[in-house]
C-alpha cells in the first residue's frame, strides 16, 4: 500500500498496521482512529505561533512551514493522523485565479469565471508542476512524523473547486454555478474534466510524496439534487478515484449530503465521510462491510460544556464504535473559536471509550 | 372545512373544491396547484410598490398594505393559494425582542436570549392580542381573494423561531442554539413549550379569522441530526399540529432535511413540505396516499435560461405531477433578484404541463 522509496520497511508496516489505515480497510482496530478535520487551524496556540507574520497562502506555500503547521498539531492532539496542511483552493492559482483570503470572508477570488468563453483565459497545463511546495511539504512531514502515523493527502473535488472558481468565494446559494451547470453543460463538462485531469495527477503526485490516503473534499456537493449530483458531479469523481494509480484508501467527503450518499459510495471510494446531520448508524448498518466510514461527531457541540462533548461523543461510539471500519473525525472543519481543552476532552472521551470497549 | 362564519356557503364549497385544497386532501386534481413561498416578495414590482415608503414591519403591521401585497401577488402570478404577507418572526416583538429587518442582512435582533435565566424576561402571555393587524389583514384578504383562491397562514416552527431569539439572526452554524439545547435541556423544554403555546394560539385565530390551510416554517431544522429533531424538536411540532381546533390543512416545512423527513411525516401534518435537494419521486412513492407533498423546485432555477426552467420543471412533472397530492412550489422561498418573467415562464410551463397531462 505505501509507495515512496523513502519509506523503510519498518515504517512502511508500522504504516500499514496503524489505526487509522487498519480502519480505513475495514479490519477491527484495538482504538477508534481519530483526526479531526482542519485540526491544525486557527483555534490552536500551535499553529498561530507558524502563522504569524505570514498570510494564509505563505504558509500553504512554505515546506517548513506548512510541515511545523501539520506535524505540531498532530502531535498536540496525539491523534491517529495528520493531514498535510495545505488548502483546496492552492491548485486554483496556477489555473490564472487570483486567490486571496480574507481573515473574516474566507476565500476571495476576484476574477472569477462567469460565461463559458471565461474557461479560455484559464490554464490547466503542468498545474502540479507549479505547487512543488506542497510535495515538498508531504516529504518533510512524512520525515517527522512518527512511524506509525499515516499522513493524508487531500484535494477539493471538481464541484467544490468550480463553485469557488465560478462564484469567487464562499457561496450560500451558488446561482452562478447552478446556471453555468444548466444553462451551458459543455461548459460545465469541459471544465469538470479539466478539473480531474489536474486532480488526478495532484493526488497521485501527493502519494508519491508520502501520504498514506488522500481525502477529496466535496464540501459543497450537498447543494446539488440527487439528478445533478449524477449526471454531473459524480462522473468526475468516479474518474479521478479510479485514476489513482497507487492503491491507497479514499476518503470522499461533504455536507449536507444525506441524499446523496448512496450514490456518494458508489463512486469508487474506500471511505464515506459522513456529514453531522446524516443518520451514520443507518448508513453503516446498510454498508459495513462494504466501505469504511469517517466522521459524523457535530463540530458545533465542541462549544458545549464538556458534559455535552462526553455524552453525545458516547452515544455516538455506542451506536456505531463496534463496526469495524470507523474513523472518528467531525462532520465539518473545526472552527476557529472551538476552545482547544474541549478538543483535547473530546478526544480523552474517545480514547477511554476505546479502552474500556474495544 | 372551512371556517370563517362570514363565508358563504358557495365560498366555502368553491374553496373545498380548489385545486389546492384537493391536493391537500390527496385527491386528483385537473390542474396541478401552484403556489411559491415568498410569491409576494422584493422581485415583484407590485410588492415594492406597497412596500414604498414603509418599513418591512410597518408593512406586516398595516392590514391594508399587507393585504395588497398578499393580493396583488396572487392575482399577477394567477397561482392557485394566497398566503397572507407577514413574517414568522412577527409575534416575536410582543414577547420582548427588539426586531428589525436590514435590507441586506435580514432580520437582526438587538436583545436575543443567552443565558438560560434570560428566559425571564420574555413574555408568552396573550402575544396574539398584541397582532390584532395579522388577522385584520387575514379578513380583508379573503374578502379580496377569489372564491376558488384559498388563502394560507403559517408561523415559524418552534425551533426556528427558537434559533432567531436565540442567535439574534439568520445564523450559519447555530452554535448558542445548540448550546441551550445540549447544555440547558431545561431551559429549551420552557422555551420549546412557551412558544408552542403561543403558536397553536396565533394559528387557530389565523384559521378564525379566514385561512383555509396554515403552513409551520421550520426553516432551518435541517441543522438538527434526527436525535435531536426526536428528542427536542417534534414533540412541540406535534403539539402545535395537535392543538389546531379546525381541521384545516397543516403544512410542515424545512430546508435541508433529507435526513429528517421520514420522522417530520409522522409529526401529523396534512403535507410535507420538500427541499430543493430531496429526492421527492423517492418520499412520494413510499408515502403517497398517506400525506400530501408540496415544493422541491429549486428557485435558484429561476436565475437560469427559460429554456433551462422549462426543462426542469417538466422533469420534475413527469416524476411526480401524475400523483394525487402533490402541490407545486419552490423547495425554498424566491430570493428577492429573481427575473419575473422567469417566474411566469415556471407558471406557464406548469399550467402547460396539467392542461396536457391530467
Known amino acids: 500500500m505505501s509507495n515512496t522509496q523513502t519509506l523503510s520497511n519498518t515504517e512502511t508496516d508500522s504504516l500499514n498496521n496503524s489505526y487509522f489505515i487498519k480502519a480505513c480497510r475495514g479490519e477491527p482496530v484495538k482504538k477508534i482512529p481519530i483526526w479531526l478535520m482542519r ?10 505561533k507558524v502563522r504569524k507574520g505570514v498570510t494564509f497562502l505563505e504558509l500553504c506555500r512554505s515546506p517548513e512551514l506548512a510541515t511545523e ?3 505540531s498539531a498532530q502531535e498536540r492532539l496525539n491523534v491517529d493522523a495528520a493531514i498535510i496542511f495545505s488548502d483546496i483552493l492552492v491548485p486554483l492559482v496556477p489555473m ?3 486567490l486571496d483570503f480574507h481573515e473574516q470572508k474566507g476565500p476571495v477570488i476576484s476574477n472569477p469565471i462567469r460565461l463559458p468563453n471565461d474557461l479560455e483565459r484559464l490554464s490547466f497545463d503542468k498545474i502540479t508542476d507549479k505547487c512543488p511546495f506542497l510535495f515538498e511539504a508531504i516529504k518533510q512531514t512524512r520525515k517527522r512524523l512518527q512511524n506509525h502515523i499515516p499522513l493524508i493527502g487531500f484535494a477539493g473535488a471538481p464541484f467544490t473547486l468550480a463553485s469557488y472558481m465560478i462564484e469567487g468565494k464562499s457561496s450560500k446559494n451558488f446561482i452562478a454555478t447552478k446556471i453555468l451547470m444548466h444553462d451551458y453543460p459543455e461548459a460545465w463538462h469541459t471544465l469538470m474534466t479539466h478539473l480531474s485531469d489536474v486532480l488526478i495527477t495532484y493526488l497521485n503526485k501527493q502519494i508519491e510524496a508520502g501520504c498514506q490516503a488522500v481525502q477529496l473534499f466535496d ?10 449530483f449524477l449526471e454531473k458531479v459524480a462522473p468526475y469523481t468516479k474518474k479521478i478515484i479510479s485514476g489513482l494509480t497507487k492503491n491507497v484508501p479514499v476518503i470522499y467527503f461533504g455536507t449536507h449530503t444525506s441524499h446523496l450518499i ?19 448508524a443507518k448508513v453503516m448498518s446498510k454498508y459495513k462491510g462494504n466501505i469504511a466510514f469517517q466522521g459524523n461527531f457535530d463540530p458545533i457541540l465542541l462549544f458545549a ?17 463496534h463496526i469495524p471500519g470507523y474513523i472518528f473525525n467531525l462532520g465539518h472543519g473545526i472552527l476557529p473559536e472551538t476552545p482547544v481543552d474541549h478538543v483535547l476532552t473530546l478526544i480523552d472521551t474517545i480514547n477511554d471509550w476505546s479502552a474500556s470497549h474495544l
Open 39 to 48: 485540526q491544525a487551524g486557527r483555534y490552536l496556540p500551535e499553529y498561530q
Open 69 to 71: 503547521a501539520t506535524v
Open 96 to 98: 490564472g485565479l487570483d
Open 219 to 228: 464540501s459543497w456537493v450537498g447543494q446539488c439534487c440527487r439528478n445533478t
Open 262 to 280: 448512496d450514490d456518494m459510495i458508489t463512486c469508487g471510494e474506500t471511505v464515506i465521510g459522513i456529514d453531522t446531520q446524516t443518520d451514520i
Open 305 to 321: 460544556s464538556k458534559k455535552t462533548i462526553i455524552e453525545t461523543t458516547t452515544n455516538l461510539l455506542n451506536n456505531v464504535g
